[in-house]
């Protein structure tokens, strides 16, 4: 593979997905961090000469000219008492000084940190001071009569002091307003500054928005997508298609590790297709068996009963003819060729019906074990009647399988359950069944003479048998068929180490789609 550093992005080509992240990452923090401290002042200082216009320099100037209209007032009273002596005119004085008073309150802690609007006030605080000396309350004070002669005897005075006090507010208001208007400059530039640092902060934002994607891409999302690529290739069958790395060294290690993989595949497409050529031969030696075996199959159905009816026929015929006739022994070797004719013919026919198990047998449809094993109980009535067995069940559901299979499945059990019985009691059999999950856990519990431990796996055995023909007649094929079918349907089978006296048999089978609900039902009605 082509994976060199020479050939992938010059000094950064050992640089991992994870170290160029880092370092991307680093310095978009470094210039955002710097970009924010520059827009942090930009707010700082913008909200601090807002606060300056807001909090100071426009209620100061409108402060003052509360306090000129205040002793405007304070004036105007004075000349209107000084001129008529009617007490009236007293009432827009008095007002006026307590404007005046409450205007200077608010003024006084506005002006502290500025020298020049401090002395500002003062003067207008000491001319406002020597113009109520003088004149306001002389005046004020004085009774009508008194009041018109010493308004009139100090009225130049008055109107120069007066005047004075005048420009003194003027002069004020004249540099409040000055340092509202600089304020107001100051906060307009403040917000101009403002915009043009956030907006270059967007500006930055975006950019670094584009290099990340373009990083991305270049770095990650374009070699991974080359390498999708030709990993799809791969995928789709072209095994010869070469699988090269780009971009960090962590991918074009991805990618080395994606061709191993390839290079390994094709070898074990190799040997695969070499391993499914001999399948196939194998095959078609287990076809060309399996035929023979359906053949011999049908030759001992046919051809091999024709000649066994007929040995078993002539023995029995001759039993009854000269049955009697002849010696002892002759009777007795007469009985055994009648006795292993029939014993050929039950074991022909019992490992007929082993083999057809899941061969010739298999109607998969849902079947209602109920009536299955309502047939199979006719079938068996005769046994049941002589042995005087006594058999009950819960209720069965249905499930999916063949009805043929499943009947030989309860024939067996339950003439096995028959004719193990014990010699002290009549054969009391009860089958359960129960959901378990995804199965139906069903049991064949009887009160027969048993199983012994030891041979409790045995007898699933294909002619197994535990005890002699003599004492229990049957080819020991019985339970080995039953495992046949259980397992051709999924399901298990086993005996119950645990349950004495007699014989537990379990098995399960699938729970088919459609018979939940209707086990359901049934176990309502009852």
């Known amino acids: 593979m082509s994976s060199s550093p020479s050939a992938n992005e010059g000094p950064f080509a050992g640089w ?24 942090g002042w930009a707010m700082w200082r913008t909200s601090q000469l807002t606060g300056e216009l807001v909090d100071r320099r426009s209620p100061a100037l409108i402060a003052s000219l509360r306090v000129e209209e205040a002793l405007v007032n304070q004036e105007t009273g004075i000349r209107g008492y000084g001129l008529s002596g009617e007490a009236d005119f007293l009432q827009p004085y008095e007002q006026g000084v307590a404007d005046e008073r ?87 530039q403040s917000v101009t500054l403002r915009n043009w640092v956030f907006a270059l902060i967007a500006l930055v934002i975006v950019l670094l928005a ?59 497409l190799e040997f695969s297709e070499a391993s499914r050529t001999l399948l196939d031969e194998q095959a078609a030696d287990l076809k060309r068996s399996n035929a023979e075996l359906e053949q011999f199959a049908y030759v001992a159905s046919h051809d091999l009963q024709e000649p066994l009816r007929k040995v078993s026929s002539f023995t029995q015929l001759l039993q009854r003819r000269y049955g009697g006739q002849l010696d002892e022994r002759a009777d007795q070797y007469i009985a055994f060729a009648v006795d292993g004719a ?27 074990l109920e009536e299955t094993l309502n047939a199979v109980l006719d079938s068996l009535s005769v046994a049941v009647e002589e042995s005087g067995a006594e058999i009950t069940h819960d209720p069965l559901p249905g499930v999916l399988g063949d009805a043929t299979q499943l009947g030989m499945l309860w024939q067996n059990l339950l003439s096995n359950a028959i004719k193990f019985r014990s010699p002290d009691r009549s054969p009391r059999i009860h089958i359960s069944c129960a959901a378990d999950g995804e199965n139906w856990e069903f049991a ?15 007898v699933f055995v294909l002619f197994q048998r535990l005890h002699t023909k003599d004492a229990y007649p049957g080819t020991g094929i019985g339970l080995a068929m039953c495992k046949k079918v259980v397992e051709f349907h999924g399901g298990t089978i086993g005996i119950d180490p645990g349950h004495t006296p007699g014989t537990r048999v379990v098995f399960t089978l699938p729970v088919s789609p459609a018979a939940p609900a209707a086990a359901a039902e049934r176990e309502t009605e009852q």
């Open 16 to 39: 991992t997905v994870r170290r160029r992240l880092q370092a991307g990452v680093a310095a978009a923090l470094v210039v955002l961090a710097v970009l924010g401290s520059v827009g």
């Open 444 to 458: 064949v519990t009887d009160n027969g003479i048993g199983i012994a431990p030891e041979f409790q796996e045995k």
């Open 210 to 268: 584009a290099l990340v994607f373009e990083g991305l891409r270049r770095t990650v999302t374009g070699p991974l997508d080359r390498l999708g690529l030709a990993a799809r290739e791969v995928a789709e069958g072209r095994f010869d298609r070469a699988i090269t790395g780009t971009g960090p060294a962590d991918l074009r290690r991805l990618a080395s590790d994606v061709e191993s993989m390839r290079l390994r595949l094709v070898r074990e």
């Open 342 to 368: 029939n014993r050929m013919q039950v074991l022909i026919n019992d490992l007929l019906a082993f083999s057809r198990v899941g061969r010739v047998h298999n109607d998969q449809r849902t079947v209602e």
């Open 102 to 188: 409450a205007a200077l309150r608010k003024l006084r802690p506005l002006v502290q940190g500025d020298t020049r609007a401090r002395a500002d006030l003062a003067a207008v605080e000491t001319l406002a001071g020597r113009w109520q000396e003088r004149i306001a309350r002389p005046v004020s004070s004085a009774s009508a009569g008194d009041a018109v002669k010493l308004a009139a005897s100090r009225a130049t005075e008055g109107k120069s002091t007066f005047d004075a006090l005048r420009h003194a507010m003027a002069r004020q208001q004249s540099h409040l307003q000055t340092e509202r208007t600089a304020a107001t400059r100051s906060l307009r």
